[in-house]
């Protein structure tokens, strides 16, 4: 027995909404559906997804929602996420059934210009058709009237009406002439059944072509034309999601933040960089790969500086001393000694003897002397003291810091 929804599945569990849009990281979408990455091996592969709980009760209750809703009422819950409306469609709003009268219908289901209710109770004056009483007293019943040129002919009759039969009660329709007769009706549509939603679908006559081998390829390319075969689909897929392809030995990988790749793929080793480093291209023959080098800071030494001298010269201030006196002396007297006759004069004077005298001559006077010194000046020369203290220079750039790993195996 077919089950009714009445209350839509995990109607009181724990759901997660699933969105439209398909997702960055390859979560679940009502766009996309369930991604590749639900398909990964959950033991060998990192980036495997498991299927949420959440999201699969939300997914039921949103189908079991929609199944309840057309068991129920024959037709979805109008609903403003529906909107706009195309028209002819068919929605049911509180307690009623509105079919849309308009294109793009953004208004919610009432009477008026935009939506029609239909309900099975309807008379002929909600639908603007005569009823019988009004059509008796505006037509005359069928019997023979006046001669041709009064009235139709039967051709024109059989022309311009439809033959008598039961049909539709009265209400607005097309003309014959804008409605498919029976053989081109069953000629352009297909017999009543349960069919896919409209949308664009292949022909039967496309269907039913063969398919060129010839265009089947077993590998990718940039052909518009070719097809590539399941085989080489499941080859080009593996290759793309290898972890030996994506990340080779020696590939080096960069991280914003404390990843450690070997716990994100296993199976393969990896050696950090190195701490307070920084990246320097190696050889092109690759021959001093993971060579190290280099300090953060560096000590000058006499070596590190051009050659150079500092030489200086000056004079001191020009000063007049003007003229000098020496200190007043000099003021003496000698002594003296005479012996023999004194009569003649003849004194041999510094001899002693018996007869021998002596006396001073007289006082000579103190002077003093004047030097000149005038104005002048002297020069000076030397070299200048030591100075500095040899502290260390910083050559460190301005940096930011990354996890750095490289793929030994």
Same mark, same amino acid.
């Given at each position: 027995?077919?089950?009714?929804?009445?209350?839509?599945?995990?109607?009181?569990?724990?759901?997660?909404?699933?969105?439209?849009?398909?997702?960055?990281?390859?979560?679940?979408?009502?766009?996309?559906?369930?991604?590749?990455?639900?398909?990964?091996?959950?033991?060998?592969?990192?980036?495997?997804?498991?299927?949420?709980?959440?999201?699969?009760?939300?997914?039921?209750?949103?189908?079991?929602?929609?199944?309840?809703?057309?068991?129920?009422?024959?037709?979805?819950?109008?609903?403003?996420?529906?909107?706009?409306?195309?028209?002819?469609?068919?929605?049911?709003?509180?307690?009623?059934t509105w079919q849309s009268k308009i294109e793009n219908n953004t208004a919610?289901?009432?009477a008026g210009t935009a939506w029609a209710e239909l309900k099975a109770d309807?008379?002929?004056?909600?639908?603007?058709?005569?009823?019988?009483?009004?059509?008796?007293?505006?037509?005359?019943?069928?019997?023979?009237?006046?001669?041709?040129?009064?009235?139709?002919?039967?051709a024109e009759s059989d022309t311009a009406f439809q033959p008598k039969g039961?049909?539709?009660?009265?209400?607005?329709?097309?003309?014959?002439?804008?409605?498919?007769?029976?053989?081109?009706?069953?000629?352009?549509?297909?017999?009543?059944?349960?069919?896919?939603?409209?949308?664009?679908?292949?022909?039967?006559?496309?269907?039913?072509?063969?398919?060129?081998?010839?265009?089947?390829?077993?590998?990718?390319?940039?052909?518009?034309?070719?097809?590539?075969?399941?085989?080489?689909?499941?080859?080009?897929?593996?290759?793309?999601?290898?972890?030996?392809?994506?990340?080779?030995?020696?590939?080096?990988?960069?991280?914003?933040?404390?990843?450690?790749?070997?716990?994100?793929?296993?199976?393969?080793?990896?050696?950090?960089?190195?701490?307070?480093?920084?990246?320097?291209?190696?050889?092109?023959?690759?021959?001093?790969?993971?060579?190290?080098?280099?300090?953060?800071?560096?000590?000058?030494?006499?070596?590190?500086?051009?050659?150079?001298?500092?030489?200086?010269?000056?004079?001191?201030?020009?000063?007049?001393?003007?003229?000098? %006196?020496?200190?007043? @002396?000099?003021?003496?007297?000698? /002594?003296?000694?005479? *012996? &023999?006759?004194? =009569?003649? !004069? $003849?004194?041999?004077?510094?001899?002693?003897?018996?007869?021998?005298?002596?006396?001073?001559?007289?006082?000579?006077?103190?002077?003093?002397? %004047?030097?000149?010194? @005038?104005?002048?000046?002297?020069? /000076?020369?030397?070299? *200048? &003291?030591?100075? =500095?203290? !040899? $502290?260390?220079?910083?050559?460190?750039?301005?940096?930011?810091?990354?996890?750095?790993?490289?793929?030994?195996?």
């Open positions: 027995m077919t089950k009714l929804f009445k209350v839509p599945f995990a109607t009181q569990g724990d759901r997660t909404a699933i969105p439209d849009d398909i997702r960055a990281d390859g979560a679940v979408s009502y766009t996309q559906g369930y991604g590749y990455d639900y398909e990964r091996d959950q033991a060998t592969d990192p980036a495997a997804k498991d299927i949420e709980r959440e999201k699969m009760n939300s997914l039921f209750h949103d189908i079991t929602e929609a199944v309840g809703e057309m068991q129920s009422f024959g037709v979805p819950v109008w609903q403003e996420a529906g909107k706009p409306y195309a028209v002819r469609s068919t929605v049911y709003h509180k307690n009623k919610e289901p009432a309807i008379t002929a004056g909600e639908t603007g058709a005569y009823s019988k009483g009004e059509c008796d007293q505006k037509f005359q019943p069928a019997g023979n009237y006046l001669p041709e040129g009064y009235s139709y002919s039967k039961n049909y539709a009660p009265a209400g607005n329709y097309a003309l014959k002439t804008d409605v498919y007769t029976k053989t081109e009706g069953d000629g352009r549509y297909q017999p009543k059944g349960n069919y896919q939603p409209a949308g664009e679908y292949a022909l039967n006559a496309d269907l039913n072509k063969k398919v060129d081998k010839t265009a089947i390829v077993q590998n990718t390319g940039n052909s518009s034309t070719s097809v590539m075969s399941q085989n080489a689909v499941t080859e080009a897929l593996k290759n793309a999601v290898n972890i030996d392809t994506i990340y080779p030995v020696g590939v080096v990988i960069w991280f914003a933040q404390n990843k450690n790749p070997n716990d994100l793929f296993p199976g393969t080793t990896w050696s950090y960089i190195g701490e307070n480093k920084t990246i320097r291209l190696a050889n092109s023959s690759g021959s001093n790969v993971l060579s190290s080098g280099g300090s953060d800071n560096i000590t000058l030494t006499a070596a590190n500086l051009p050659a150079h001298n500092h030489s200086f010269s000056g004079s001191t201030s020009s000063f007049d001393y003007g003229t000098k %006196t020496t200190n007043w @002396g000099g003021e003496h007297s000698h /002594i003296y000694r005479w *012996t &023999g006759d004194w =009569g003649n !004069g $003849s004194v041999p004077v510094g001899e002693g003897g018996p007869a021998a005298r002596q006396s001073w001559t007289d006082s000579s006077g103190g002077h003093n002397h %004047t030097v000149a010194i @005038g104005a002048h000046t002297h020069t /000076i020369s030397g070299t *200048t &003291g030591n100075t =500095g203290s !040899g $502290s260390l220079i910083s050559v460190v750039n301005a940096y930011i810091t990354l996890m750095g790993w490289y793929r030994t195996k």
